[in-house]
Nanobody, 123 residues
Framework: QVQLVESGGGLVQAGGSLRLSCAAS????????MGWFRQAPGKEREFVAC????????YYADSAKGRFPISRDNAKNTVYLQMNSLKPEDTAVYYC????????????????WGQGTQVTVSS
């Protein structure tokens, strides 16, 4: 029973903030890299950010670096994506994912995926 459940999506005006949460089972979460991906209508799924199981190392896409810090709370089996200074082009379905490998943005390295949460940024 391995599950990832996202929450925190919604509608926000440009310039606003949202915090996405992903609650994971311990079997998936422990010693797994946790990542966030997004997919806009008509576009390919793209990497956003990921964090090592220890929480000590992070890797960001250029679009997210300095704007969307990722963090994790292992005691709560939860990973977060704090989205600040949101832009209309950030509108997408955001997915949480878990990988047994190290840091990286290749979606094929991630074995487990959440159902996704919609983020819509209005202008």
């Amino acid at each position: 029973q391995v599950q990832l459940v996202e929450s925190g999506g919604g509608l926000v005006q440009a310039g606003g903030s949202l915090r996405l949460s992903c609650a994971a089972s311990g079997r998936t979460f422990m010693r797994h890299t946790m990542g966030w991906f997004r997919q806009a209508p008509g576009k390919e799924r793209e990497f956003v950010a990921c964090i090592l199981w220890s929480g000590g190392s992070r890797y960001y896409a250029d679009s997210a670096k300095g704007r969307f810090p990722i963090s994790r709370d292992n005691a709560k089996n939860t990973v977060y994506l704090q989205m600040n200074s949101l832009k209309p082009e950030d509108t997408a379905v955001y997915y949480c994912a878990a990988s047994p490998l190290g840091l990286g943005g290749n979606s094929r390295a991630y074995d487990y995926w959440g159902q996704g949460t919609q983020v819509t940024v209005s202008s």
